[in-house]
């Protein structure tokens, strides 16, 4: 046998874009787990050969099921094995003798158990892993892999497209929650794996593999716990050298971790341990997935530098206290504008109520783009100022468009702000940040709510990072800033 | 003249149920400040009398325009100024003259402009409120008070039902804001008032006020300065004994009291004194408008009693290890159920994928509310619990719509979900809290948004408290905890 370091990403490659695959335990009109698979990647629109099997055979989907793994011809590159624990060894044994490259293993019931029945039927997995073929699982979701046109059960409406960012999760339901959340912020994904116990595959080979991958451009982790603590360190160092590994460990609380053991049967760890070890790897930590999807977004979409001296542009005192507060609470600094272009802005904006230190207060939140993109030229201009923060309270259209006449989409300014923003960011070379915070959230105003989310895809379409609020804004460039410091004081 | 401290609370009575108010500065058929403000109070259904005042006369929205305060016939108890400030101090003195009880200064351009002009307007203005005339403002909002039929440029739309939730704000931006993300949570309101520069009514009074109306049971605060901090600490004690008081003090950061200066002229303090104070007056400290809304939220929904052991219920092994974590983050503790327990909640729930230690995994996050109810009865009636947790996923119910024949409000269960918590609370006499969190927030996801919306109406209605995620949750449980925790200890 080869050496696994050698092939492995070969067999990894065949695992990602499987041609033929192998569905083991589906019943004919029935609707468990195999069932449920083959539906999903035939409406995911799966292109290559999907093979059900079953021993009483018929028919599933217009598909003829196979009573038998050896029955089907020619070479299966993946096997989607959803039979009941107690047959998976048998199952995983035939695709081993039949050379099947990969299996992912769906069924629940092994070590998570915490039974000796679980643990020897997980041993008995480990032993034919031994043998000779590469597992995903068991009790997971397995992978969501646009480009070879598999995903995971609960992902029948996950992008089509490929994109930058990656995500290794021990649980499947992460899995899913992170790849919607990442979803609804305009991300795509390379590739996604929940690997559950992980018995084989799992956080040190894989993220080895995305380390290498050319399509991953971000690599993001939800871990419960690590096979080879040492082995796993070594790697993420050299990965985090060429590009980000974002990480949200959990179990790291007492009933966390007795959580965890129910869960993936993993062993946490110590908090001192992990921190320690995700400092020093330059990991950037996140607490949750909603923290994570916009941490990808942020080094999806940020120049790849680190970010100090911040000027905030918004209509309204109490919205420049509260960035300025959270922008240094963050570690960003807000230098004050020299008198010559404070003076610049100020003839420009209305009056009373506006200033133009630094944050710049626009005095009302209804100035329209055309101003505000000649305040964020001259503010993102000074040599001082590495990013812009521009605030824009888009619930306050909803007055005008009582006032009538106009839908709340055209009230709206949001396509010559993002022209505007272009420009600024084109002719600044500094990215500006859109904070659009949205207080109105009854049900009557769910319009606010469509216009907010059309706006946020015309806006990540230009480039433009947006976010809800200044804590989560501010949260994810410091993560995209501290990042590039360490990994440029790592290099000298 | 009487003493202020004896009157104070008549004269305020009045000014927030005014019964005849005057809007200076109002010219027909114009957009600015005081038209608006008097369609705002019509739209609003402001049941009182409305004089409007301009030198020039005619009429607007129906209603004679009074060319001198002098010629409206009898008493009046508001009158909002909103004539450019030069103009404001010759509008007040009139006021005064005609024995105004109150006036609220909605004009920008004192102090906060920093100039020796707007300085000198404001001392003038201070001069008149010597001689005997309540001010609110300038640069301010004024009142939003359902009760006396009156609210804020802003507030076209604000409830008009009364609530147990009282504001004070410098920033009149921050009143809106707030008062629209209590409102999408189902609070109400009694009292809310932006005082903007306060050079009459400000934080000290409004206090002693709002902690003796017994419509207010809640008591928020924006504060950039302070005028007299001895005083407002004598009284913000006094307060706290009775009712809590929740402050979001903008301007603790270098540039954040920067921005404080141009915004309300406040001297801002330093974060030392400020954290120290409020900590020992047993105030609820928050960092934003939402997590105050929040905290309300959750004074106003569960019972006046500090809450120390949890117990979480939730189909899905990641989510079990988020709450875990979240809640011991926040000083929570989810204490191990006796054997027992755990024996007779894995009865029923499905198999393989579940646990019972605590927390509860439920295996899938589909399990019907009939199945919950069992479970949350059995860990609520442990002594050992003082509140318990659910998570639900209702975006899974989107792929049961899918399969056909349902609308997505039919397939979410959130009608018999909220029958059963409420059996449950009054069962068990300890609150349920629900997570409902939402990772698929698209633009083609609207409907989950909605269902979501009208399911938390839902969920308020019957008493249970709901957030989005388990930040936000255990943080809020964790400041009424807190409170009560430390208002017992003093009273001891």
Same mark, same amino acid.
């Given at each position: 046998?080869?050496?696994?370091?050698?092939?492995?990403?070969?067999?990894?490659?065949?695992?990602?874009?499987?041609?033929?695959?192998?569905?083991?335990?589906?019943?004919?009109?029935?609707?468990?787990?195999?069932?449920?698979?083959?539906?999903?990647?035939?409406?995911?629109?799966?292109?290559?050969?999907?093979?059900? !099997?079953?021993?009483?055979?018929?028919?599933?989907?217009?598909?003829?099921?196979?009573?038998?793994?050896?029955?089907?011809?020619?070479?299966?590159?993946?096997?989607?094995?959803?039979?009941?624990?107690?047959?998976?060894?048998?199952?995983?044994?035939?695709?081993?003798?039949?050379?099947?490259?990969?299996?992912?293993?769906?069924?629940? &019931?092994?070590?998570?158990?915490?039974?000796?029945?679980?643990?020897?039927?997980?041993?008995?997995?480990?032993?034919?892993?031994?043998?000779?073929?590469?597992?995903?699982?068991?009790?997971?979701?397995?992978?969501?892999?646009?480009?070879?046109?598999?995903?995971?059960?609960?992902?029948?409406?996950?992008?089509?497209?490929?994109?930058? !960012?990656?995500?290794?999760?021990?649980?499947?339901?992460?899995?899913?929650?992170?790849?919607?959340?990442?979803?609804?912020?305009?991300?795509?994904?390379?590739?996604?794996?929940?690997? &559950?116990?992980?018995?084989?595959?799992?956080?040190?080979?894989?993220?080895?593999?995305?380390?290498?991958?050319?399509?991953?451009?971000?690599?993001?982790?939800?871990?419960? &716990?690590?096979?080879?603590?040492?082995?796993?360190?070594?790697?993420?160092?050299? !990965?985090?050298?060429?590009?980000?590994?974002?990480?949200?460990?959990?179990?790291?609380?007492?009933?966390?971790?007795?959580?965890?053991?129910?869960?993936?049967?993993?062993?946490?760890?110590?908090?001192?341990?992990?921190?320690?070890?995700?400092?020093?790897? $330059?990991?950037?930590?996140?607490?949750?997935?909603?923290?994570?999807?916009?941490?990808?977004?942020?080094?999806?979409?940020?120049?790849?530098?680190?970010?100090?001296?911040?000027?905030?542009?918004?209509?309204?005192?109490?919205?420049?206290?509260?960035?300025?507060?959270?922008?240094?609470?963050?570690?960003?600094?807000?230098?004050?504008?020299?008198?010559?272009?404070?003076?610049?802005?100020?003839?420009?904006?209305?009056?009373?109520?506006?200033?133009?230190? $630094?944050? !710049?207060?626009?005095?009302?939140?209804?100035?329209?783009?055309?101003?505000?993109?000649?305040?964020?030229?001259?503010?993102?201009?000074?040599?001082?100022?590495?990013?812009?923060?521009?605030?824009?309270?888009?619930?306050?259209?909803?007055?005008?468009?009582?006032?009538?006449?106009?839908?709340?989409?055209?009230?709206?300014?949001?396509?010559?702000?993002?022209?505007?923003?272009?420009?600024?960011?084109?002719?600044?070379?500094?990215?500006?940040?859109?904070?659009?915070? $949205?207080?109105?959230?009854?049900?009557?105003?769910?319009?606010?709510?469509?216009?907010?989310?059309?706006?946020?895809?015309?806006?990540?379409?230009?480039?433009?990072?947006?976010?809800? $609020?200044?804590?989560?804004?501010?949260?994810?460039?410091?993560?995209?800033?501290?990042?590039?410091?360490?990994?440029?004081?790592?290099?000298?």
């Amino acid at each position: 046998m080869p050496d696994k370091k050698q092939i492995g990403n070969t067999q990894l490659e065949r695992i990602f874009h499987p041609k033929r695959l192998a569905v083991i335990g589906v019943s004919a009109g029935s609707l468990g787990f195999g069932s449920r698979t083959i539906q999903t990647l035939l409406h995911f629109g799966y292109q290559g050969e999907i093979y059900p !099997v079953n021993p009483k055979g018929g028919t599933i989907a217009g598909l003829k099921i196979f009573k038998t793994l050896e029955e089907i011809p020619g070479d299966l590159d993946l096997a989607i094995i959803t039979v009941p624990a107690p047959l998976v060894p048998e199952a995983l044994e035939a695709c081993r003798k039949k050379g099947v490259i990969g299996a992912e293993i769906l069924s629940a &019931g092994f070590k998570e158990l915490g039974t000796p029945e679980g643990i020897a039927l997980e041993d008995e997995v480990k032993r034919i892993v031994q043998k000779g073929i590469r597992v995903v699982g068991p009790n997971c979701f397995g992978i969501y892999c646009p480009a070879g046109g598999i995903t995971i059960l609960p992902g029948l409406d996950f992008s089509h497209e490929s994109g930058p !960012v990656a995500f290794l999760a021990q649980s499947g339901g992460m899995a899913g929650e992170f790849v919607n959340n990442g979803k609804s912020l305009g991300l795509k994904f390379s590739k996604v794996v929940s690997f &559950g116990n992980g018995v084989d595959l799992r956080e040190t080979e894989l993220l080895h593999y995305l380390g290498e991958d050319p399509e991953t451009k971000v690599i993001c982790m939800y871990m419960e &716990g690590v096979e080879d603590g040492r082995a796993f360190f070594k790697v993420l160092k050299e !990965v985090t050298a060429k590009k980000p590994v974002i990480i949200y460990k959990g179990g790291l609380s007492q009933s966390g971790s007795r959580a965890v053991v129910s869960h993936t049967a993993s062993l946490g760890g110590s908090r001192q341990i992990w921190e320690s070890m995700m400092r020093q790897a $330059n990991v950037v930590q996140v607490n949750n997935s909603w923290e994570m999807a916009q941490a990808s977004l942020a080094f999806v979409v940020l120049p790849e530098r680190p970010f100090q001296r911040v000027a905030v542009v918004g209509g309204g005192g109490a919205l420049g206290v509260a960035a300025s507060d959270t922008a240094e609470s963050f570690g960003f600094e807000l230098p004050i504008f020299p008198t010559s272009t404070q003076e610049r802005i100020m003839a420009i904006l209305p009056k009373p109520g506006s200033s133009a230190t $630094n944050p !710049v207060d626009a005095a009302n939140p209804g100035v329209p783009p055309e101003i505000l993109k000649e305040v964020l030229l001259k503010t993102g201009m000074e040599e001082k100022i590495d990013l812009q923060i521009l605030i824009q309270l888009f619930f306050i259209y909803k007055s005008i468009v009582r006032q009538g006449g106009m839908t709340l989409d055209e009230a709206t300014p949001y396509r010559n702000l993002g022209k505007a923003i272009e420009e600024v960011q084109g002719q600044t070379n500094k990215p500006v940040i859109l904070i659009l915070p $949205n207080s109105r959230r009854e049900a009557e105003d769910l319009d606010l709510e469509e216009v907010r989310r059309k706006a946020c895809c015309l806006f990540f379409e230009k480039g433009v990072l947006t976010f809800e $609020n200044l804590t989560d804004a501010f949260r994810a460039i410091a993560q995209v800033s501290r990042y590039y410091t360490r990994r440029e004081a790592g290099k000298r």
